[in-house]
């Protein structure tokens, strides 16, 4: 029987959720602290353009502080670090983003690692893994948070349930895993190893796409009734922005699907100024 899934749209939550940040955030400013988001860029990565672009934008529509510090691709290593170093020490700012990829001569490990995790608002910190892994508090990557945010808009109980993760990522995949897992889950993580990819995901309740490959996942693959959420951002050959998902076919399965664009996207930012908002009121709590 062919069904026509129902959309998680994720510029409505988006829009909701930060309604809640910019009442929260005016709740904070009333106390006489304002949040403060740093987000640096090194280089001229067009694509980081536009994504750093619209951090900033998205903080101050919510009514917290931004900057946005640009620095040449000639920049050192030990010049940015010192720049850390000055924004893990400067009280207006609560969160700070260094926007990956980095220029080659950067070790982007060493320089997420001098974040301080108290304003590691990108969850990308060994701290903040390990936390995430243990299930102590600290700060959550903001896209699979953001994915686990569409799941509990549509008011799923993931307990008992087959959670699917195709990739494997530090920024998606694995934290995506952990995630479904805290909240009781099965979990498969599948990547480019895996060897018959069709025979788990036809076991899934829910399926999480984050490869950056199109068709990663097509109808055949999905359970009727299954819950599929797409990370991916790649461009069809007509140069139009798609998922990992064939979206036309898996909707005719899925009992719900998130689009892209206007899927897990605008979550990301959403979950980047929930993060800014956290790290600003424990900041005030402590
Ligand atoms: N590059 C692509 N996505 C991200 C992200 O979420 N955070 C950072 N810092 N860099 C990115």
Not at 155 to 166: N, S
Not at 233 to 238: E, V
Request: proline share 5%; hydrophobic share 45%.
């Amino acid at each position: 029987m062919r069904t026509t899934a129902k959309i998680i749209d994720g510029n409505a939550l988006s829009k909701q959720l930060r309604e809640d940040v910019a009442a929260r955030t005016s709740a904070l400013k009333a106390r006489g602290l304002t949040p403060g988001l740093a987000v640096v860029l090194v280089g001229d990565n067009p694509a980081s353009q536009v994504y750093v672009r619209n951090k900033v934008k998205a903080c101050l529509d919510a009514g917290l502080h931004s900057v946005l510090e640009k620095y040449e691709a000639t920049m050192t290593e030990a010049e940015l670090l010192a720049r850390v170093d000055a924004l893990n020490n400067d009280p207006s700012i609560h969160g700070i983003l260094v926007q990956l990829p980095l220029p080659a001569h950067i070790d982007a490990h060493k320089v997420i690692e001098a974040i301080s995790p108290a304003k590691d608002v990108d969850g990308f910190h060994v701290a903040s893994a390990g936390a995430l892994m243990v299930g102590q508090p600290g700060f959550w990557p903001c896209t699979p948070y953001g994915c686990m945010k569409m799941l509990e808009s549509i008011g799923y109980d993931l307990r008992g349930k087959h959670a699917v993760v195709i990739g494997r990522s530090n920024i998606v995949g694995k934290p995506m895993a952990l995630m479904l897992l805290q909240k009781n889950a099965t979990v498969t993580v599948c990547h480019s190893a895996t060897a018959n990819l069709k025979a788990m995901t036809l076991q899934a309740d829910v399926i999480v796409a984050a490869v950056g490959k199109r068709n990663v996942l097509t109808a055949d693959m999905v359970k009727p009734g299954a819950v599929v959420l797409d990370v991916g951002m790649n461009r069809d050959d007509a140069g139009k922005l798609c998922g990992d998902v064939d979206f036309a076919g898996v909707s005719q399965v899925a009992s719900h699907i998130t689009p892209v664009p206007g899927g897990v996207g605008p979550m990301t930012i959403t979950m980047l100024l929930v993060n800014t908002l956290e790290a600003a009121e424990r900041a005030c709590a402590s």
